[in-house]
């Protein structure tokens, strides 16, 4: 698979690092954001480290958009490669500005595709252009590195659980501008990170990583529903569905939201129809029943067909459901008792109705409406959520 | 002040010379030394540091003697110098300047390199992937960053090679104007008996020293707290 394709990232590193053997292989498309997932020590900034040629593995491969940055007889130095590197500690150079430090890696003729001002009211830095980085919070440093990253002009931009090193406070106030970052900007974007609820807000692609192996790569939905891979059987089970606006409902303050195979409606402020929404859909937060509740509390029940059954422990089964009726639409997950399985007497296959108790909004492509005048995006635009 | 004849104040501009030089010299030499010290991680950095700090060890009559063993007629420094027409490198000032480089060199690169070494590999891997390359890097990055041990360096280099004297009485010849230092004169007093002269020359230095070692430490605390 060593070959370089015009519009993908194309990786492979093997062999052993410090005695820490690693077989890393994976080729996602070079747009969106691409997460590489999985636990506390497992390669994962090895890895990066690798793709940004900071760490020099022999008989590694990296080509980003067909270009070439490593294969067995070149090898780029860092400094060579078109990356924006956000190291896990914002690193920022004690001895320049806020401003210095931004501008230390942007090219000197001044038109540039990423512009300065751009970058700076991205990212809410105007401030603290004039500071020195000794006076910035820990969030505020992580942006301005943000920005540094940016400013360089980079092809592919790399951030290394660039919240890791921050308090819970601090994530909550970094975390939209990573989710502003791709739709802002058409640059292709590697997120490590072991925590999948971060993950699940913008990732596109996802690279999931076990003891210094890649164990599987693809469309972010479509490993959280795979049955064969941990995700979709642990107990935070849960699948990230793009939706689009459709309407709102102005009487009961409901978004209508369309899903293939389904019609949400969520309680959340209105948003303008087109806009694309991120929801979050927990395999605990979904019921199954054999026929359609006559007269219930729930108004997201749909029509489903169910694809797989998982054994998680001994009590409890989780249910690959596809929407719509025959099954065509969207893949959710659904997590049940074993007892209601048998007494329910289902089976892979079955035509069932799906319930959805809850759904959480997890970010819009634009602020919503009724915020746009106030200039600020609310404090915290996630977790809108809809009850029964 | 007015006990000091004029041979203390060619002497003391003598002195300067040779301290200023040997700075100077330590900065150009040592600074990159130093750096390959701190990064690199081979055997060899290890050995050239310690051959680097034998002088703080050693009695300067040891170095003296070997380096007046190099300087004089038949070693290299005899060859270097029959190249422009003297004899020999030992008794010149040019031989000073070598004997107080290298007695001066450890106390230069032992802050410089610690300087290097704390700052770690992170902000030069962060210039890299900002597009520096590595001698862009050193200069803008790591330079500044150790500031601190390279001026503390710089000034101690600078106060050893003012108060020299163990291999300059090995290797200067003691001529006047040419190689006699403060320090040598200072000797010279006190073998003659001549204490006033003697107790002014070491009373200045003593204040020198003080304010030496007073300004590095107001310098390390100034700079600790900006950079905190």
Known sequence: MRIATPGRIDVAFSGSIAGFSRDTQFSVPAKGVTAIFGPPGCGKTTLARCIAGLEPLPNGFCAIDGEVWQDRTTFRPPHLRPIGYVF???SLFPHLSVRRNLLYGA????????????????????????????????????????????????????????????????????LPFIERLPEKLALPMIYI???????????????????????????????????????????EAAVSLDAVVSGYDGRYGLLILRLKGARLLVPAPPFAPGVHQRLRIGASDVSVAREAPRAGSMINVFPARIRACLPLGAAEITLVLALGTGGSGTEILARITRFSFDSLGLKDGMDVFAQLKHVSLLSASEPPLQIVTTSRPAADPGQASAAA | MDGFSPEIWESLELTVELASLTTVILLVLGTPLAWWIARSKSLWAEAVATIIALPLVLPPTVIGFYLLALLGPNGPGGLLASLWGGATLAFTFTGLVVGSVLSALPLMVQPIRNAFAAMGDRPLEVAATLRASPLYAFFT???????????????????????????VLMIGGNIPGRTKVLSAYLFD????????????????????????????TLIDKYSGRRSR
């Open chain 1, 107 to 174: 090219p000197k003729p001044k038109p540039t595709p990423i512009a300065f001002d751009e970058v700076v009211e991205l990212l809410e830095i105007a401030p603290l252009l004039d500071r020195s980085p000794s006076h910035l919070s820990g969030g505020e440093r992580q942006r301005v590195a943000m920005g540094r990253a940016l400013l360089s002009q980079p092809r592919l931009l790399v951030m290394d659980e660039p919240l890791g090193a921050l308090d819970r406070c601090a994530r909550r106030e970094i």
């Open chain 1, 193 to 235: 990170g072991h925590d999948m609820a971060e993950i699940e807000h913008f990732a596109d692609y996802l690279v999931m990583m076990e003891r210094g192996v890649v164990t599987a790569a693809g469309p972010l939905q479509v490993l959280q529903r795979d049955p064969a891979l941990p995700l979709a059987a642990s107990r």
């Open chain 1, 88 to 90: 896990q500690e914002p």
């Open chain 2, 141 to 167: 990055v790591a330079l500044p960053v150790a500031r601190t041990g390279v001026l503390t360096g710089a000034m101690l280099g600078f106060a050893h090679a003012i108060g020299t004297f163990g291999i």
């Open chain 2, 189 to 216: 007093y006190v073998q003659a008996s001549r204490w006033r002269e003697a107790s002014w020359l070491a009373g200045a230095m003593v204040m020198f020293a003080f304010a030496v070692i007073l300004t590095l």
